[in-house]
């Protein structure tokens, strides 16, 4: 009987271990991938998607909600941007239909 899947954090050092082995040969810096970046791109595009900030937490490992924040707070600002440039557009296609 096979024991479940559990889900636990990257460590730096095996991601490291593990990137440096699968980028061997290619054109891409070993110090180039940073387990950082993985988890910011993890985050801000979950957050951009709307996923809750606590499954944000979950999938990241962040220990708290206030760090997860800033990345909602981002897609926030990022909604609210395009809302903005939508509403401009549509004001602007009313007024030259006059």
Avoid: F
Avoid at 30 to 48: C, I, N, S
Avoid at 56 to 81: D, E, F, P, R, W
Wanted: charged letters at 20%.
């Amino acid at each position: 009987m096979s024991r479940p899947a559990t889900t636990r954090p990257l460590r730096a050092s095996s991601a490291s271990w593990t990137s440096r082995r699968s980028v061997s040969g290619s054109a891409i810096c070993q110090h180039d991938l940073v387990p950082h970046g993985w988890r910011y791109t993890a985050a801000t595009q979950l957050a951009d998607a709307g996923v809750d900030m606590r499954d944000i937490q979950a999938v990241t490992g962040h220990k708290t909600l206030l760090m997860v924040q800033k990345y909602t707070a981002q897609a926030n600002q990022k909604a609210a941007s395009r809302r903005a440039q939508t509403a401009r557009e549509q004001s602007r296609n009313e007024t030259g239909k006059r």
